[in-house]
């Protein structure tokens, strides 16, 4: 992309009504704008994050066995009478009524729904296990919509959930989904801590919710500092193998760690106190297990082995994929912008010319770039004529993590410049070396 052609409105001025930095990022590089309280436009550069995210949590939730599906934004209000979720869910769910009167909803979540898909179409245990998931826009009419897309109205969520004949089973697929949670969050560049948490609306005892920490997060948290320490990294996990999953289960969740909701004083006693920890976090993702508070009201039954008809046990488990881009940048970020992850990045690296119109620095912008593209890699091209300083200052605010400068000077001498947005550090090279470095950077990322 040329940013000449592009589409970029950034704002030279903190907007105002940003409390928090994530907010304030997003809204001057020209990502997102409000169309009304807690619901947003998403910007060429924002949906291209969003796309990014989309795409890690699809390939994660596939390595991990789920199947992809899509259900409707608006819904019925009649199956949210089986389940007696149509009073409980409250004033955060918005309703209307159609041309004839019926009552319908913007879906704040899917449970009903997806439950409605496995009844009509599964009678059999044989056709179990089974996880169904989406990712699309929810609404819950929250009261105070803030931070931006932190606490929107309108926001972005993969929903998954999973059909098993037994508990142990809905079990594994909980520590499934656990697993699939970690690589997805460290794929983006993000630690986020599973802590024994409270159901609300969704229901069940058995949850975990993934935190962020960060100060602006709207969690209070409490912890032993030994969580901090464990990656899952490049391990090689068996979706189908229990015992493994288990295994990281419990290692991910044996330490203390806990949401206010569910903290408990005289355990986190016991915590050595060098290692106690009380914090803010964000939260990114929740997964339950409520077995069958869906399936019985609704009749989800499947014949078992035993030729009895059981209600199937369940699971829902979710991800804010809109919310994670906010957890992102107020987890990396400098005082001139946003630093994006490798993972996530909009555009792998950014090229600066420092002055447009001189036909070799023209020249050699277009060679970069063209052999970037080449490479599958997609590369901005500040090509405008502006300022270097201008130029400088738009590549730190959108945090690309690569740039290239290309100026007259150190052409004459072979080389052009590559410098990391994260260090800051600069290196001349020249530009068949930089477009290499770029290559292995990504290869050794992708
Ligand atoms: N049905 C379950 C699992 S699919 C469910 O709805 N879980 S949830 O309520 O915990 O939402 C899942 C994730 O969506 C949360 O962890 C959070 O990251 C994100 N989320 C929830 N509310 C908002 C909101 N108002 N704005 C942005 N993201 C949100």
């Given at each position: 992309m040329r940013l000449s052609r592009y589409f970029l409105p950034v704002l030279k001025e903190n907007p105002?009504?940003?409390?928090i930095v994530s907010h304030r990022l997003m809204l001057r590089a020209g990502m997102i704008k409000q169309a009304a309280a807690g619901i947003y436009s998403w910007l060429p550069l924002g949906f291209k994050v969003l796309r990014k995210l989309e795409n890690i949590v699809h390939e994660e939730q596939i390595r991990a066995g789920h199947i992809p599906i899509q259900m409707p934004i608006l819904q019925s209000a009649d199956l949210w009478r089986e389940s007696g979720r149509y009073d409980d869910y409250g004033e955060e769910m918005l309703r209307m009524k159609d041309r004839h009167g019926r009552d319908m909803l913007y879906t704040p979540t899917a449970e009903e729904l997806v439950t409605d898909i496995f009844r009509g179409h599964v009678n059999s245990?044989?056709?179990?296990p089974l996880t169904l998931y989406q990712i699309q826009w929810k609404f819950r009419d929250e009261i105070r919509p803030r931070f931006g897309v932190m606490r929107g109205r309108e926001f972005y969520m993969k929903d998954g959930y999973n059909f098993d004949l037994t508990k142990e089973d809905a079990l594994h697929a909980y520590n499934r989904h656990l697993v699939s949670y970690l690589r997805t969050y460290e794929r983006m560049g993000l630690q986020a801590i599973p802590m024994r948490a409270d159901s609300g609306?969704?229901?069940?005892d058995d949850t975990h919710e993934f935190l962020v920490l960060a100060d602006t997060g709207e969690s209070e948290v409490f912890y032993?500092?030994?969580?901090?320490?464990?990656r899952l990294g490049q391990r090689d996990i068996d979706y189908d193998d229990k015992a493994q999953c288990q295994a990281v289960m419990e290692e991910f969740t044996s330490l203390y760690a806990r949401t206010d909701e569910t903290h408990d004083e005289a355990l986190f006693q016991q915590v050595p106190e060098e290692r106690r920890r009380s914090a803010r976090g964000i939260e990114v993702g929740q997964i339950f297990y409520f077995g069958t508070k869906y399936s019985e009201p609704m009749g989800a039954t499947v014949q078992g082995p035993d030729g009895k008809q059981v209600p199937v046990h369940m699971g829902s488990h979710g991800i804010g994929v809109s919310r994670l881009i906010g957890a992102i940048i107020e987890a990396s970020h400098d005082d001139k912008g946003i630093i994006w992850p490798e993972g996530v990045t909009p555009f792998h690296c950014g090229i600066v010319?420092?002055?447009?119109?001189?036909d070799e620095a023209d020249a050699a912008c277009d060679k970069i770039y063209k052999a970037l593209t080449a490479l599958g890699l997609e590369p901005l091209y500040?090509?405008?004529?502006?300022?270097a300083g201008a130029k400088f200052a738009t590549m730190d605010l959108i945090g690309l993590p690569w740039r290239i400068t290309v100026g007259p000077r150190g052409l004459k001498n072979g080389v052009v410049e590559l410098t990391s947005r994260r260090t800051g550090e600069s290196e001349e090279l020249s530009p068949e070396a930089a477009v290499t470095r770029i290559a292995e950077i990504y290869e050794r990322r992708a």
């Open positions: 105002a009504e940003a409390q245990y044989k056709d179990l609306p969704i229901g069940g032993d500092s030994a969580v901090t320490d464990i010319n420092l002055k447009q119109g001189d500040d090509d405008r004529n502006e300022r």
